[in-house]
């Protein structure tokens, strides 16, 4: 059975620095692409970024995102990282961690960034 726990999120100033992290478990976490998609409160998900399996090669971004957050993985860790830096009012949303392939995603984290 596929698992995925984010953790990380909390009450942060715009400006300011947050890291999230996603452990999952119940399948060869290497392989697989990971995702971290957000939702603030009236809007869609979104996704936010997308890291590859087998090294991780192909990042992807969204544009509200580019150049302020960066996606990693620790394979051995069977953990993957959302560093957020100059966080936004905007960025306030409900974070998740998705394994694409897997169909499965984390019970999200808050993440609210304050003006």
């Known amino acids: 059975q596929v698992q995925v726990v984010e953790s990380g999120g909390g009450l942060v100033q715009s400006g300011g620095s947050l890291t999230l992290s996603c452990v999952a478990s119940?399948?060869?976490?290497?392989?697989?692409?990971v995702a971290w998609q957000r939702q603030a409160p009236g809007k869609k998900r979104e996704l936010v970024a997308s890291?590859?399996?087998?090294?991780?090669?192909?990042?992807n971004y969204s544009d509200s995102v580019v150049g302020r957050f960066t996606i990693s993985r620790d394979d051995d860790k069977r953990t993957a990282y959302l560093q957020m830096d100059s966080l936004k009012p905007d960025d306030t949303a409900v974070y998740f961690c998705?394994?694409?392939?897997?169909?499965?995603w984390g019970q999200g984290t808050q993440v609210t960034v304050s003006s």
């Open positions: 890291i590859s399996g087998m090294g991780g090669s192909r990042i």
């Open positions: 998705y394994i694409p392939q897997q169909n499965a």
């Open positions: 119940g399948y060869t976490f290497s392989l697989f692409a």
